[in-house]
């Protein structure tokens, strides 16, 4: 399995970014998804994560309300919608695959097994 985000950049705080995440497998249906983030010198945490059906979702606390995920499976691809991006999101976002599908997606890094490379998001204040 193979994950390659895109759609990071350079925003000025308030505005908004769309991450994508593209995998490279056949049965990417089955498998749950999740976003995460690591900043300089701290260690990575949960963003928010989608089961493989994509009708459960769940979010930190930190981006409830401003950060939306979601699936397309027909195109092999999840999002991370961001909006009223602030400073403290800065940090390098990646997305991962969790192999056994769950009731509610898992919010521990120890879960996904296959994880992309990162794109860097930067909010200037």
């Known amino acids: 399995v193979q994950l390659v985000e895109s759609g990071g950049g350079l925003v000025q705080a308030g505005g908004s970014l769309r991450l994508s995440c593209a995998a490279s497998v056949r049965t990417f249906s089955n498998y749950d998804l999740g976003w995460f983030r690591q900043a300089p010198g701290k260690e990575r945490e949960f963003v928010a994560a989608?089961?493989?059906?994509?009708?459960?979702?769940d979010y930190a606390d930190s981006v409830k309300g401003r950060f939306t995920i979601s699936r397309d499976n027909a195109k092999n691809t999840v999002f991370l919608r961001m909006n009223s991006l602030k400073p403290e999101d800065t940090a390098v976002y990646y997305c991962?695959?969790?192999?056994?599908?769950?009731?509610?997606?898992?919010?521990?890094?120890?879960?996904?097994?296959?994880w992309g490379q990162g794109t860097q998001v930067t909010v200037s204040s």
């Open positions: 989608v089961t493989w059906t994509g009708g459960r979702t």
């Open positions: 991962a695959a969790d192999p056994r599908p769950k009731y509610s997606p898992s919010t521990a890094t120890t879960t996904y097994e296959y």
